[in-house]
T-cell receptor
Framework: QKEVEQNSGPLSVPEGAIASLNCTYSDRGSQSFFWYRQYSGKSPELIMFIYSNGDKEDGRFTAQLNKASQYVSLLIRDSQPSDSATYLCAVNIKTGANNLFFGTGTRLTVIP | DAGVIQSPRHEVTEMGQEVTLRCKPISGHDYLFWYRQTMMRGLELLIYFNNNVPIDDSGMPEDRFSAKMPNASFSTLKIQPSEPRDSAVYFC?????????FGSGTRLTVV
């Protein structure tokens, strides 16, 4: 089992809809969770991070964490064509360490 | 700040040749990471440093791969000899805490 798993997609949503991206992780002791966006041919860039159970909102983005279910998600409201990218979930698995394990990413396409 | 700077952006080399990838982290960042990205395997951590000291190199695939960080502003990843299966995008990232900043990557093609 991989440390971090994501549905590779592709996920297609119409413009203005809510896009829901999901991620599961294997280590119950994981402490911090990150969502990165990567445009084709570019480097990953941080969208947001979450440490505590529940929801965290930042503009059109909401991260949701459920440690009991080992599940983290990213919701994108009012999706725009510019949101079309690959979204990478990353988890800091080892307590005290600073290295992140990344999922393979979900490719999102927002259709105008 | 100019961000994390990697060079070269693209490298095409013949099998068996030595390849050296370079990275300049963001000033003040105390962690430096080397990742490799392929379509099949996604982003894989190869090695990371804390205050110039290698902490975990368990992701380095083979002895053909080596990495150094002689000072806080420079790191190299070397592949010798290179093989076609090493073809990938290699990213360097630096961080202060858990928030990473990635460089633009080096696209390596070994023919």
């Amino acid at each position: 089992q991989k440390e971090v798993e994501q549905n590779s997609g592709p996920l297609s949503v119409p413009e203005g809809a809510i896009a829901s991206l999901n991620c599961t992780y294997s280590d119950r002791g994981s402490q911090s969770f990150f969502w990165y966006r990567q445009y084709s041919g570019k480097s990953p860039e941080l969208i947001m991070f979450i440490y505590s159970n529940g929801d965290k909102e930042d503009g059109r983005f909401t991260a949701q964490l459920n440690k009991a279910s080992q599940y983290v998600s990213l919701l994108i409201r009012d999706s725009q064509p510019s949101d079309s990218a690959t979204y990478l979930c990353a988890v800091n698995i080892k307590t005290g360490a600073n290295n992140l394990f990344f999922g393979t990413g979900t490719r999102l396409t927002v259709i105008p | 700040d100019a961000g994390v700077i990697q060079s070269p952006r693209h490298e095409v080399t013949e099998m068996g040749q030595e390849v050296t990838l370079r990275c300049k982290p963001i000033s003040g960042h105390d962690y430096l990471f080397w990742y490799r990205q392929t379509m099949m395997r996604g982003l894989e951590l190869l090695i990371y440093f804390n205050n110039n000291v290698p902490i975990d190199d368990s992701g380095m695939p083979e002895d053909r791969f080596s990495a150094k960080m002689p000072n806080a502003s420079f790191s190299t990843l070397k592949i010798q000899p290179s093989e076609p299966r090493d073809s990938a995008v290699y990213f360097c990232a630096s961080s202060l805490g858990s928030v990473y900043t990635f460089g633009s990557g080096t696209r390596l093609t070994v023919v």
